[in-house]
């Protein structure tokens, strides 16, 4: 071959390398834009880490727990752990549908097949979401899937566009004006904000007076909600699982005694057991000046604590739930869990007597 043929087999390389480079360097580029532009909820508002962070688990668990706040705030799975050896998760967000429920309950099952599956029912009352930030916390972190594309064409909100969640960066890349010092320490990794899907608060606001309740037109639910509670029991019912319905014992906003009607309804006609913890807030030893951080609207940890070791009697009656605790593997792995949420009480505790609030999801200086 001539000088001049192998001279012009090298341009044809470098072009040829050049083609594969600068493609996959302006991807990166994009890639490194996009992790740096996108929340990483790791302020005040935390919940946007909530559905990522269930894919890091590594063991199975016995119950699955859906919901919205009345599910992630009010039930810890570390207590029904320490004192009935129960296996759970919460896959709870702010303002979760029940279509969102529904799709990350089938994600759920690409992996895990619980025995139970305990269902806030709160979300009832909300056929369509109503802050595109709610659907963002809930879809950002669920993993790509079909049920992750069924889930946002049933939540979409008008104006909200399918290429925003695939590609985030196209709705976020206006952030670089309000990046913080968060958006660079947790640029590859973040580190875990809940306990299993529960958001502890040990902090405590006293009991506040209400709104009086207001009187609604038509109580009767949306066709929407029955819709999505029928397929959540029918896909339980497919893979041989038991569903549960709850109320949590949360004073506000009202849950009206019709609607109430309607969920007792349709447990009975599925012979589904329904439990109403509104009913039992005596029994479970509520008091609202002390277990609820924010006036009563939701339980902080000594709140949730009650009301699980409460609700963990119930399912030991209810459901044949073994008692994992003597369990090697998983006595190891829950160990862990405790030891960290221990670590996250003391600390709240700690700066909450210090301060009189908890500086991290305060406006205070």
């Known amino acids: 071959m001539s000088v001049k043929n192998m001279g012009g087999e090298k341009i044809k390389r470098k072009k040829y390398i050049s083609y594969l480079i600068y493609p996959v360097i302006f991807f990166l580029i994009l890639y490194?834009?996009?992790?740096?532009?996108?929340?990483?909820?790791?302020g005040r508002v935390v919940e946007g880490n909530f559905t990522e962070e269930y894919y890091q688990e590594i063991s199975p668990h016995d119950v699955l727990i859906l919901g919205d706040c009345e599910a992630y705030e009010n039930i810890s799975p570390i207590t029904l752990w320490k004192n009935y050896g129960i296996t759970s998760y919460i896959r709870g967000n702010a303002s979760q549908l029940l279509s969102q429920s529904y799709y990350l309950?089938?994600?759920?099952?690409?992996t895990e097949t619980p025995k139970l599956v305990i269902l806030s029912i709160a979300a009832m009352q909300y056929p369509a979401q109503t802050n595109e930030s709610y659907n963002r916390m809930v879809l950002d972190g669920m993993r790509w899937s079909m049920d992750k594309i069924m889930a946002y064409r049933a939540s979409a909100m008008e104006g909200e566009h399918f290429l925003d969640y695939l590609f985030p960066l196209f709705r976020f890349h206006s952030r670089w004006k309000e990046l913080e010092a968060d958006d660079f320490r947790y640029f590859f990794q973040k580190k875990r904000v809940s306990h299993n899907g529960y958001y502890l608060r040990a902090d405590v606001r006293p009991l506040v007076e209400f709104p009086r309740e207001r009187r609604i037109i038509d109580y009767n639910f949306d066709p929407v909600c029955m819709e999505y509670l029928d397929k959540i029991r029918k896909l339980c019912e497919e893979k041989g699982i038991s569903l549960m319905l709850i109320k949590a014992p949360s004073l506000y906003?009202?849950?009206?005694?019709?609607w109430d009607r309607q969920v007792r309804d349709y447990a009975l006609q599925h012979k589904l057991h329904y439990l109403n913890a509104i009913e039992c807030i005596p029994e479970i030893g509520l008091d609202f000046q002390h277990d609820s951080y924010d006036g009563g609207l939701h339980m902080n940890v000594y709140g949730a604590e009650k009301l699980s070791d409460f609700l963990g009697k119930d399912l030991i009656k209810n459901y044949a739930l073994p008692d994992h605790r003597g369990e090697e593997v998983l006595q190891k792995i829950w160990a862990e869990k405790v030891e960290y949420y221990k670590k996250a009480r003391d600390e709240q505790e700690r700066e909450f007597s210090e301060?009189?609030?908890?500086?991290q999801f305060s406006d205070e200086p």
Do not use: I, T
């Open 32 to 42: 490194f834009l996009q992790r740096l532009f996108v929340p990483k909820y790791m």
């Open 253 to 258: 906003p009202s849950w009206y005694e019709e």
């Open 355 to 359: 301060y009189g609030y908890l500086k």
């Open 105 to 110: 309950l089938r994600d759920s099952l690409k």
